[in-house]
């Protein structure tokens, strides 16, 4: 045994073993990587891209201002001022809504965190900037990216559940949140 | 005067060819290192420089050319601009005596040339070995003048490693040059003629097999190649002795490696393989007819050699990973040099009761 461990060395067995393997990848040469700017990987369904802010069919926020994905950011990216919307002290808004995305991590939590859905995963995934500044969205950005991703808008959620429409009765009108 | 000038010319053109043709083979082999290693590891190397990335090379050329020559603070303005010309010169001066085909002579304007060797002197072997080591000078000097540590660990390591690897470069050869009896390469490669078993590799008496191996090892070790590649280790000496490079130096240290590759092939193909001989006696071409293109078939045998061991390295360092600093001390002193010497002592014996 020790005899055929000493043929192994002084043979370079390993070494030819090892040099063998690297000389069937170049003949068997199949490439595992892409040629990334011209050509792009699938993304798997759940692909957890640019985070961004939904809005209802008709066009309104769904953000209610509740704070709750800033308290579930692990790395506080998410930085939300919350007001009356004016006119209906019942209901509030995100009057701004900052997302500082040099931190973000996507880990999602604050997709999860939402109560009413307003924020979502998108499957945009080239941000690269020159200047990192860029990186500091604000809702107006957030809301467009959420339009372009999202074209399918989900009904206010009185009108998706008549059931919990009685909580809502005092809106007849819909209130035009933000501008 | 005329042959004086005439003597001149000719061999300034002929260093002209041989320069055209290594800094070629570089860019060729910037590109084929690259293009290889990648398809070892399942990558396809450069793809965007032209079709297939063949243009890389030269977009490398142009940007290295371009690049901001940056002279660190504190560093020694005169060596730290020497060094890599140093490195550069050593490493492109051994091609003056390789032999590159047959040794035949023309005759032009009433005075004999031989073609394809620059300069055919009777210490070739000799003098290729004193100028490689001049080149750890470029080395070790580039890493102290750069005012960094990370250079002058690198160079330091370099040192070292050139040295004891040097000495198993010169000691495997002297196994060949007892056989052959004579330092001139022109000389070695004619002693190897015939059938491929007239190759010292394999060649009665005594095989210089084991010679072969060591001279091939030491080779990978004394160009800084993986997996001996300690002086330039950048995970961890960022990249060695030519940290704080940038330009055109930087260029110089990077053309200088793979000139020492190119040269140490030339020597392995030179002295071990035959050289320019072909595996059968003759050439193909001289028997079909074309005596005066046999020369062109010695040649192709020659580089075809030669690329044979340009390839090895790329292989060697797509699989081996990197040797320990007292690993590679402890193989180079205790394992490499022994085998050597009992190389030298065998085949001395053999030499001398069967002499050829």
Known sequence: MKFKAWLKTITFYEILVGMAATMRHLLRYKPITLQYPHEKRTLPDS???MLALLRYDDGTEKCVGCDLCEAACPSRVIRVVSSEVPGEPTKRYAS???MDMTRCLFCGMCVEACPVDALGMTREYEWAVYDKRNLLLNKQQLLAIGDRSYPVREKRLEFQHPNVAFFNVAFKNLPAKGT | MAELALRMAFSLAQITVVMGVIMLTIMVLTLAERKVLGWMQDRMGPMEVGPYGILQPVADGLKLFFKEDIVPAGANRFLFSLAPILALVAALIGFAVVPFGPDTTIELFGIQFKPFIISDINIG???ILAFTSIGAYGVILG???????????GGLRSAAQVISYELNVGLAIV??????????LVKITQAQAGWFWNWYVFAPPFPQLLAFVVYVISAVAETNRVPFDLPEAESELVAGFFTEYSGMRFAFFFIAEYANMILVSCIAAALFLGGWNAPYPGTALAR??????????NVVWFAAKVYFFLFLFFWLRATLPRLRYDQLMRFGWKVMLPIALGNILVTAIAAYLFPR
């Open chain 2, 125 to 127: 072997i000799l003098y």
């Open chain 1, 96 to 98: 701004e809504y900052y």
């Open chain 2, 175 to 184: 196994g060949v040059l007892l056989l052959a009896g004579s330092l001139s």
């Open chain 2, 143 to 153: 890493g102290w003048a750069s005012n960094s540590k990370y250079s002058l660990l």
């Open chain 1, 47 to 49: 692909y957890r891209g």
């Open chain 2, 288 to 297: 079909m007819g074309f005596v005066q293109f046999a020369w062109v078939e």
